[in-house]
């Protein structure tokens, strides 16, 4: 027989907070790592959160371990204050509540599905570029709802007595 085995992890930044600097084009990226080996099925960035005057000035991105590059938001909502969102590429919401505070899941700009099929393992990163100067804040949480498709192996058996078995795996 062949095991299939999809497991989901949430996995939190643990390098936070980190400060969006007021010069232009300041650039925050914060790190979660993840161990699992496997291929991405599904992903969700959720619970982004931090202070920012003029969100307008923000763009986010995430950045898988093999350098794949989805735009998540880039320069919402004019001059309003602060953030705490999430992208999910089945989320209902595609327009931004301004300013995005509730918490709520959004169409990203880019696909996360492009992460599909790549390897889990490794570095991801959560990219924010302050595209003005003037304005700054500060980055204070981000998460990774990631499911994978752990590697798959076959196992076969064949009976060498009545009392043994030999088994063979890939």
């Given at each position: 027989?062949?095991?299939?085995?999809?497991?989901?992890?949430?996995?939190?930044?643990t390098?936070?907070?980190?400060?969006?600097?007021i010069?232009?084009?300041?650039?925050?990226?914060?790190?979660?790592?993840?161990?699992?080996?496997?291929?991405?099925?599904?992903?969700?960035?959720?619970?982004?959160?931090?202070?920012?005057?003029?969100?307008?000035?923000?763009?986010?991105?995430?950045?898988?371990?093999?350098?794949?590059r989805v735009?998540?938001?880039?320069?919402?909502?004019?001059?309003?204050?602060?953030?705490?969102?999430?992208?999910?590429?089945?989320?209902?919401?595609?327009?931004?509540d301004?300013?995005?505070?509730?918490g709520?899941?959004?169409?990203p700009?880019?696909?996360?599905?492009?992460?599909?099929?790549?390897?889990?393992?490794?570095?991801?990163?959560?990219?924010?570029?302050?595209l003005?100067?003037?304005?700054?804040?500060?980055?204070?949480?981000w998460?990774?709802?990631?499911?994978?498709?752990q590697?798959?192996?076959?196992?076969?058996?064949?009976?060498?007595?009545?009392?043994?078995?030999?088994?063979?795996?890939?």
């Amino acid at each position: 027989f062949t095991t299939l085995s999809i497991v989901c992890d949430l996995l939190e930044a643990t390098d936070l907070p980190k400060s969006i600097f007021i010069d232009e084009n300041s650039i925050v990226i914060s790190e979660i790592e993840v161990n699992q080996v496997g291929l991405v099925q599904e992903i969700v960035v959720q619970n982004i959160a931090g202070s920012h005057s003029f969100i307008s000035d923000l763009k986010m991105e995430l950045i898988s371990p093999d350098n794949t590059r989805v735009l998540l938001m880039n320069q919402i909502c004019n001059d309003q204050d602060n953030f705490n969102l999430g992208f999910d590429d089945n989320a209902a919401e595609s327009v931004f509540d301004c300013p995005p505070v509730s918490g709520t899941l959004y169409q990203p700009v880019g696909s996360l599905s492009t992460l599909q099929g790549k390897v889990s393992q490794g570095i991801w990163q959560l990219v924010i570029t302050d595209l003005v100067n003037q304005d700054g804040g500060q980055l204070d949480n981000w998460e990774l709802q990631l499911c994978i498709k752990q590697p798959n192996f076959s196992l076969t058996g064949q009976a060498i007595s009545v009392d043994q078995v030999s088994l063979d795996w890939e």
